[in-house]
């Protein structure tokens, strides 16, 4: 028996790069629509390599729009926020932190400072929702 999932409720034996990793997702997006030929050339690739989309290098059903403005609402910090922080640098153009209190943002601004110098981040800002 090889690597098992995560979740004891669902122990399963992680036979392919896909099992590896767990969903990325954003709380909330603005969305810009793709032209539909980026999603016809993509669905080609799929058709000529259907390896391609098995292994996670292309998602034709999911380019069909780009994530102008993510927004990650963060009421904690730690290790749940900074992931928080690094899907927003990863799959936003621009990505905003928002934080209920002060006190929250002035930490969840210490998390991106931490790690802008070694991952870059350059694209995600904190901010204050009262």
């Known amino acids: 028996m090889g690597p098992v999932g995560p979740y004891p409720a669902l122990r399963a034996d992680m036979k392919k790069s896909a099992d590896y990793l767990t969903d990325c997702k954003i ?17 080609a690739l799929r058709e000529f390599d259907p390896n391609l989309e098995a292994q996670g290098l292309i998602c034709p059903d999911l ?24 899907n927003l640098a990863a799959y936003c153009v621009i990505g905003v932190g928002v934080s ?31």
């Open 63 to 86: 380019h069909g729009h780009v994530a102008v403005v993510g927004f990650e609402l963060e009421s904690s910090t730690g290790k749940h926020a900074a992931g928080g922080l690094l």
């Open 100 to 130: 209920p209190t002060a006190v929250k943002a002035a930490e969840l601004s210490s998390i991106l400072a931490r790690y802008q110098p070694t991952l870059g981040l350059r694209n995600v800002r904190v901010l204050v929702h009262s």
């Open 27 to 43: 709380d909330l997006a603005w969305l810009l629509p793709l032209p539909s030929g980026l999603r016809e050339f993509l669905a």
